[in-house]
């Protein structure tokens, strides 16, 4: 296994090359198709497995969930929770599908995601292009029939729910229930997301007083459950420390489970590409390494200030073992990975999990 390993990694730098020369987007879904297909062979995924598996296993339980690691896919990677199987495959502790919107909508306008190889990073304005509530349901219902039930720790599903773009703000909070009620039996976990730059407007929802009706109407509606779901909420790299004051203050007062930090930033501040090559890619999120100081900081800001009572899932610049222990430290449980996996390959969670502490 050792020599596949020492094959594989220069071959991703060479296929990495390649599939650069193409558009983001495309490559995603082909580099992802095509992965699917070789793991429709159980004697390939059992192969592919023991590639990409770390040697050693770190189970870490945090809101009452048990994660068979600490490494997790973000939001926006699997949008509809085609490639789970795969994506469980490659290791991952758990895999956060969506933003998952009531009814279908096909995002903003192509091309959308955009690389900036000498920052390690992207660029995206995807919208919350997604199949629609209902059809994610019935995907991850037949993943949950399939799936390795028997397994000691089974793939942990997140569910990351938004409004669809034509939804007014003012009733934005019957979007999420619609998500919520349809996913509640499916998923493991929530993340509310009203942090994206993407969908006009948004962002809004995160004053004090929008975000609090949106919240506390959920964990209304979830105890008339029979079971309990955690419920997080995904926050903006841009918002200024009253703000972040704010949600912490809010996600105390209202014993939220978990905050997952940090979204993609509108910021564009010292950057490596040239001024030209990023206004002509425009408006977007911009994730990757330049946001792994800013992402930390606010990991720090709110571990101290809720003393370490709410849990925080770190997103933002994770690439290495390192990058891990950096979030952990600053006060993070869980971390996740997007884009590093997009420039680290499938095998990043093997090697975070070699370098991490």
Known sequence: MFVLQAIFVPMYRILRFLLFLFDAEKVHYFAMN?????????WMRTLLGKLFAANTTSPVTVFGLAFRNA????????????????????????????????????????????RLPQDQALI????????????????????????????????????????????????????????????????????????SPNTPGLRALQE??????????????????????????????????????????????????????????????????????IEKIGAGGLSGKPLRKRSTEIIALINRETQGTIPVIASGGVFNGSDANEKLKAGASLVQVWTGFVYEGPTIVKKIMKEMI
């Open 34 to 42: 095509s992965f699917r297909i070789l793991c429709s062979s159980a």
């Open 71 to 114: 490494i997790g896919l973000g939001a926006g990677f699997d949008k509809n929770a085609f490639y789970l199987r795969e994506l469980a495959v490659m290791g991952f502790g758990f895999v956060e599908i969506g933003t998952v919107t009531p009814v279908a909508q096909s995002g903003n306008e192509k091309p959308r995601l955009f």
């Open 124 to 195: 995206n304005r995807m919208g919350f292009n997604n199949d629609g509530v209902h059809a994610i349901r019935q995907r991850l219902l037949s993943w949950r029939n399939q799936s390795q039930s028997n397994a000691a720790f089974p793939l942990i599903i997140g569910g990351n729910i938004g409004k669809n773009k034509a939804t007014p703000n003012e009733v934005a909070w019957k979007d999420y229930e619609i998500c919520f009620n349809a996913l509640y039996d499916v998923v493991d976990y929530f993340v509310v997301n009203v942090s």
């Open 208 to 277: 004090k007083d929008a975000l609090e009706k949106i919240l506390t109407h959920l964990q209304l509606l979830r105890n008339g459950k029979n079971t309990r779901k955690p419920i997080l909420l995904k926050i903006a790299p841009d918002l200024n420390e009253h703000e972040l004051l704010d949600v912490t203050s809010l996600a105390k007062a209202i014993q939220l489970d978990g905050l997952v930090v940090a979204n993609t930033t509108i910021q564009r501040d010292g950057l490596s590409t040239d001024t030209a090559t």
